[in-house]
Nanobody, 124 residues
Framework: QVQLVESGGGLVQAGGSLRLSCAAS????????MYWFRQAPGKEREFVAS????????DYLDPVKGRFTISRDNAKNMVYLQMNSLKPEDTAVYYC?????????????????WGKGTLVTVSA
């Protein structure tokens, strides 16, 4: 069982930065691949970034490549999403998720555990 709690969301102007954090409980955290998804109003939840259990591979949604960086600290049971050069279209609720497998082009229905999300609003 893994419990996930996101933090770090807020209101930021276009071009600004935010760092999202996801705190995980459970002694098996390091065995999970970790993911960030987002869901904008009226849209489906979409994959944003993923990282293998040992940080050996990371993948990103094309529109965020070069702007967002996913990282993890297994000693602290933490996952992060550094978001730079934010755009209004990045506005969404951002969710942390965990899965026992590393899924390429991950889908929301493939995740094992979810956090409750944190809202990111980017003003023009």
């Amino acid at each position: 069982q893994v419990q996930l709690v996101e933090s770090g969301g807020g209101l930021v102007q276009a071009g600004g930065s935010l760092r999202l954090s996801c705190a995980a409980s459970g002694r098996t955290f390091s065995s999970y691949a970790m993911y960030w998804f987002r869901q904008a109003p009226g849209k489906e939840r979409e994959f944003v970034a993923s990282i293998k259990w040992n940080s050996g591979r990371r993948d990103y949604l094309d529109p965020v490549k070069g702007r967002f960086t996913i990282s993890r600290d297994n000693a602290k049971n933490m996952v992060y999403l550094q978001m730079n050069s934010l755009k209004p279209e990045d506005t969404a609720v951002y969710y942390c998720a965990a899965c026992t497998g590393y899924l390429i082009s991950a889908k929301a229905d493939g995740m094992d555990y979810w956090g409750k999300g944190t809202l990111v609003t980017v003003s023009a």
